[in-house]
């Protein structure tokens, strides 16, 4: 199946990103994945990415301010923030930064293909 | 209230803050394994339809993955062996031991907190050799009190070490940082460490020197009446 999707994955754990960039190329998906906030900002710029998963606690950054500098190059560009436990406080906080969704950890391949399709949708609406 | 109740009651509050803030950091790098073993099993289910659909694995694709596997397990095992013996350690407030077993404990219970502010951390052990009966709990919180006052007053990345040596009255722990610190910053958190130190009738002291900043916790050989004054 082809997936006519442009993904950048970033996360500080360097396997959980190269196994699910692999997991997604083999469902058609140009995966990227980078390990680091800075890397992802310096990538979002001129790539053409369709949209971004990032971890909310990456090492020495926040996630939710990685994601307003994302913003701020990118504005149209629809972020999925991963987390493993959702409080409300931590959501309200990130979509009012913007985040489009959330998806928690241990992550359901299926629900992050959705949600990207879901993402992409909206943002191609406005 | 009276001020016994007070003290009593604060000491149970910060215990349980303490108690807290170790589980829940552990459940967060614990959940952060089983993503990764999660996402490794789902490629070799991946893997496994494309072979069926005529796409062999190769072997070193599966030698790989399963030594992916092998590191985060074991990975996920220390964490759960450090928690235990953490938990463990509000059993009994007197039983003899090794320090060096409560900093290793704690190293690896706040090494996630370490690498989030990319810092690092370091302990030497060489200096320590004596045993003593102690209150295990409480040396751990007032370990972490420690690495917390120092973590909050670095504004730039630091590098911690701990330091155990054994002295006539008993074993000195000495936690550091290169980064400036102002105590005043947080004297909330001070006072917890002054008040959880006495609990094991402890001692503890603050140097500001040109190389960073060193806290001293001096743990006696034996429990002494440190207890009673809790006790009120």
Known sequence: ?126 | MNDSIDTTERRRLNDLSFFGKIMANVSHEFNNVLTVISELSGLLQDLSELAERGRPIQPEKLKQITQKFSHHLARGKELISHMNRFSHSVDDPRITLDPKDIVENMQVLMQRLVDRRQATLDCDYSGNGSMLTTDPFAVRHALFACFELLMQASSTTPAFQINLSSEERGTRIVVSSDSAFDAAEDESKWLELTDTVRQFGGQVALDRLESGVFITITVPITLNDGISETKG
Not at chain 1, 80 to 107: M, N, Q, R, V
């Open chain 1, 1 to 126: 199946m082809e997936e006519d999707l442009k993904v950048l994955i970033v996360d500080d754990e360097d396997d959980l990103v190269s196994t699910l960039v692999e997991r997604l190329e083999i469902r058609g998906v140009d995966a990227t994945g980078v390990c680091s906030g800075t890397q992802a900002i310096q990538l979002v710029e001129n790539n053409g990415f369709d949209v971004v998963v990032l971890d909310v606690k990456l090492k020495g950054e926040d996630g939710v301010e990685i994601m307003k500098q994302i913003k701020e190059i990118q504005p149209e560009l629809p972020v999925i923030l991963l987390t493993g436990h959702l409080s409300p406080e931590a959501s309200e906080e990130g979509f009012k930064a913007g985040a489009i969704d959330y998806l928690l950890k241990p992550i359901n391949l299926n629900d992050l293909m959705t949600k990207m399709r879901e993402a992409i949708a909206v943002f191609k609406k406005k």
